[in-house]
């Protein structure tokens, strides 16, 4: 299928587009025909290389390429994304995203591509990552709250949801992780860097991340829904106890975050270990027992015992819902 597409400037005229997209879609055809009456290029080259300063105003840099912020002519800040050129599937798949509409997933806005060259152009989120408010904190930075910190699992847990559940076909994200989940200026979290596959046999163009690789890729290059479900897994243990899901600055058997949890959830008495210390034990023992339940279901080896995500959605929600109130 190829999913090269953009926007038109009208409202309308872009839900439209999304609606035809996603019927075309569902259909099996691909969008060819569907953009060419609607749609011109909305961002050129030129346009993208003046909104970010000629490239210069690099905010961020992946495996996939670099993420510098940009600021079109109408004042609206966004983030381009500039892909390697090895990254043309990535760059298909992503601009793919475009149909996708949820509060907890980036939106993306629109694509460029000149030549080799190819961009993607999201909306811009203040905060940048979560990683960059759990891990490595800067002097005076304050660590993320216990109650904000249920706020981004529950808003992570719907976006993927959304991916899951309310797209045909089910989208597999394939990149959890904390440096993908970006924060507004209220905390909110959104999902970024669309890895979409719809096909199993797909999942070896995944590229692993120590600490987030599940056991059945590691074993057979399968990814799956229930992948997801584990990566978000790591996901949560790294909200709950303030280290990378892998750091090799530990000892040796402290690197792997899940190794690591494994042994102490054997023990409910241990389970308060596992706290991320900045909290400084500001938090409801009972509310954490309970999201290591969920973060250890999530984690189950192999992918049958581990629960869908609306099941995940919903035991978060009650969580959250629970008052937060420290113990005596």
């Not at 811009?124 to 002097?139: A, E, I, R, T, V």
Request: proline letters at 5%; aromatic letters at 10%; hydrophobic letters at 40%.
């Amino acid at each position: 299928m190829n999913w090269f597409f953009s926007c038109s400037n009208s409202k309308d005229d872009e839900t439209d587009l999304r609606v035809n997209l996603l019927a075309a879609h569902e259909k099996g055809e691909t969008c060819d025909d569907v953009t060419k009456s609607m749609i011109g290029k909305r961002f050129t080259h030129s346009e993208l290389a003046s909104a970010t300063r000629n490239f210069k105003n690099l905010i961020g840099e992946g495996n996939f390429g670099c993420v510098y912020k940009g600021v079109l002519k109408s004042g609206e800040m966004v983030a381009v994304k500039q892909l390697k050129e090895k990254y043309n599937l990535k760059f298909n798949v992503d601009a793919h995203a475009l149909m996708f509409s949820h509060s907890n997933l980036v939106t993306l806005i629109d694509y460029c591509t000149d030549g080799d060259q190819k961009f993607l152009v999201s909306e811009y989120m203040p905060l940048g990552s979560l990683q960059n408010h759990l891990f490595d904190l800067k002097p005076k930075q304050k660590p993320i709250d216990w109650s904000t910190r249920l706020k981004i699992a529950v808003g992570v847990a719907r976006g993927l949801e959304y991916l899951h559940c309310k797209t045909n076909p089910p989208v597999i994200y394939r990149y959890m992780r904390s440096s993908n989940i970006l924060l507004d200026n209220d905390f909110n979290p959104k999902l970024s860097d669309f890895g979409v596959v719809e096909d199993e046999s797909n999942a070896r163009h995944y590229v692993p991340v120590l600490g987030y690789c599940t056991p059945e890729y590691l074993g057979a290059f399968k990814w799956t829904l229930k992948s997801d479900i584990y990566t978000f897994g790591v996901v949560l243990l790294e909200l709950i106890t303030g280290r990378k899901a892998f750091d090799d600055t530990k000892k040796q058997e402290e690197r792997c975050l899940v190794d690591w949890f494994r042994p102490l959830i054997k023990d409910r008495n241990k389970f308060i270990q596992v706290l991320d210390p900045l909290l400084q034990g500001r938090v409801p023992v009972r509310v954490v027992i309970r999201m290591i339940a969920v973060t250890a279901m999530c984690l189950k080896k192999y992918p049958d015992g581990r629960p869908l995500i609306n099941d995940i959605v919903v035991r978060l929600q009650h969580i959250a819902s629970i008052p937060q109130i420290p113990d005596d």
